[in-house]
C-alpha cells in the first residue's frame, strides 16, 4: 500500500506515531494470534481523521455531512475518530468493519469490543513514545490479559479526564463499566 497520501493528510510526525502503534500492536497481536494484516490496517490509518486541530476536524466533518451526537461534541478532542472512520472507508476505501470500528473506538472504547479494537486502543495508550503515570502497569499488562489491561487504561484516562475537569464521553464511562462487569475485579 503507497501510504504517501496519508503521510500528507496527517504529517509525517503523526505517520512516526502510527508505525509506533503498529509496532505495538503487531506484537500483541502475536500474543493473542489474531490478524496481523488487519493489525497493520488499523494502526496505520487509526489517526487518519487527525488532519488538523480539533477545530478544523469539526468544520470537516461539518462540510461533510458527518453527523456526530451531542455526547461527541461535549467532547470534541474525540472527533477525529469519527472522521478517521469515514476518511478510512470513503477515501482509503477500507470496508471491512472491524477495522473501521477499530479506528473509530480508539480513543474512547466502547462496551463489547472486538480483539482489534482492544489491540489498537492499548498499542494506542502504550507505544513507546507514551510516558505518563501509569502507563507501565497497563503495557505490562497488555501483555497478559487484554480485558485487565483495557480495564487499567480506561480508568487511568477516566482519572485524568475528571482531574483536568474534561468531558468524558460516554463510551469510555460504558466500556471501562463493561469491563469492570465482565471481570468482576482490576488484577
Known sequence: MNYKDLILDIGLERYKHSLRVMDTALELGKIYKTNLENIKIASIYHDCGKIGSTEEVLKITDRRNI??????LKSP??????????????????????????????????????????????????????????????????????????????????????????????????????FIEIKGVII
Open 67 to 72: 453527523k456526530l451526537s451531542k455526547e461527541d
Open 77 to 178: 478532542e474525540v472527533v477525529h475518530t469519527i472522521l478517521g472512520r469515514y476518511l478510512a472507508e470513503h477515501k482509503y476505501n477500507i470496508k471491512d468493519e472491524d477495522i473501521l470500528n477499530a479506528i473509530e473506538f480508539h480513543t474512547t472504547g466502547r462496551p463489547k469490543m472486538s480483539l482489534l479494537e482492544k489491540i489498537i486502543y492499548i498499542a494506542d495508550y502504550t507505544e513507546p513514545n507514551r510516558d505518563f503515570s501509569g502507563v507501565e502497569k497497563v503495557r505490562e499488562a497488555s501483555k497478559k490479559d487484554i480485558d485487565n489491561s483495557m480495564i487499567l487504561a480506561l480508568k487511568n484516562t477516566i482519572d485524568y479526564l475528571k482531574s483536568k475537569d474534561i468531558h468524558i464521553h460516554k463510551n469510555t464511562l460504558d466500556a471501562y463499566n463493561y
